[in-house]
C-alpha cells in the first residue's frame, strides 16, 4: 500500500510541475526617447524631435510619438502605431499600420532605427 501511495504523490508532483513557458523578457521592451535623426548624413536634431518617444510593449505592438513644425506639435497622424518582431539577438522589423517597415537594432541602452526604402533616414533613441 506504501508504495501505491509513493508512486501516486509522484505523479501528482509529475503531473503539476511548472509545465508553462516562461515568457520572453525583450530587452527592447520600454519607453525610449529620441536623442537625434539623421537625414541624408545630416543630423536634423532639434527641441520638436527630441520630445519624440517610441514605446515597445510585450505584446509585440509600438506607438511612435513625433512631434515636430514651428510649435512642437504632435504631427498629423498623432502617434504612429505598428508591431515589432525580433528576427536575431538585438535586431528587429518594425512595421507600422500602413504598413511602412523599419529595421531596428539595439545596443546598450541605445537602439537605432531605419526606414526600408530609399531614404536614408536614421532615428536614434535610448532609454
Do not use: H
Not at 521592451?29 to 536634423?44: L, M
Not at 517610441?54 to 513644425?69: H, P
Amino acid at each position: 500500500m506504501k508504495k501505491i501511495y509513493l508512486i501516486a504523490i509522484s505523479f501528482l508532483f509529475i503531473c503539476c510541475s511548472k509545465d508553462a513557458e516562461e515568457p520572453i523578457n525583450y530587452p527592447v521592451i520600454n519607453t525610449w526617447a529620441q536623442v537625434n535623426v539623421i537625414r541624408n548624413g545630416v543630423s536634423g536634431k532639434n527641441e520638436c524631435n527630441t520630445r519624440n518617444r517610441i514605446t515597445f510593449k510585450d505584446d509585440n505592438t509600438w506607438s511612435w510619438l513625433n512631434y515636430n513644425g514651428e510649435n512642437c506639435e504632435l504631427d498629423d497622424r498623432g502617434a504612429y502605431i505598428g508591431i515589432w518582431e525580433e528576427k536575431s539577438e538585438n535586431n528587429y522589423v518594425l512595421t507600422s499600420s500602413v504598413n511602412e517597415s523599419f529595421v531596428m537594432k539595439k545596443e546598450n541602452d541605445e537602439i537605432e532605427i531605419q526606414e526600408v526604402d530609399d531614404n536614408p533616414t536614421t532615428w536614434f533613441f535610448k532609454k
